[in-house]
Nanobody, 124 residues
Framework: QVQLVESGGGLVQAGGSLRLTCAAS?????????LGWFRQTPGKEREFVAA????????YYADSVKGRFTISKDNAKNTVYLQMSSLNVEDTAVYYC????????????????WGQGTQVTVSS
């Protein structure tokens, strides 16, 4: 069983930055596994934001955040980060950390584990 705990959400003005943190525990992650972030707003489906492979650190981003968000990891701390810059009101959502045994499952929206989510609100 994997536990994922997000932190770092909050209220920020448009154009500002936030860094989300996801602390993972409960399992040693394999080389081919991935961690990532999704987000969801009321009435909409959860959408993929970014992912990173545990072994090589390869990254993948949704087009809507490419160039503004950066995902990174600290293997020693079992932690993944999402640095968000140039935020706009459309980025307002609950952000969820996720873990998948395979990178493909992550980017196709089928991770194995989810965190509880952290709210990010961007004001205009």
């Amino acid at each position: 069983q994997v536990q994922l705990v997000e932190s770092g959400g909050g209220l920020v003005q448009a154009g500002g930055s936030l860094r989300l943190t996801c602390a993972a525990s409960g399992r040693t992650f394999s080389f081919f596994s991935a961690l990532g972030w999704f987000r969801q707003t009321p009435g909409k489906e959860r959408e993929f934001v970014a992912a990173i492979t545990w072994g090589t650190g390869s990254t993948y981003y949704a087009d809507s955040v490419k160039g503004r968000f950066t995902i990174s990891k600290d293997n020693a701390k079992n932690t993944v980060y999402l640095q968000m810059s140039s935020l706009n009101v459309e980025d307002t959502a609950v952000y969820y950390c996720a873990q998948a045994g395979r990178y493909g499952a992550m980017v196709s929206g089928r991770p194995d584990y989810w965190g509880q989510g952290t709210q990010v609100t961007v004001s205009s």
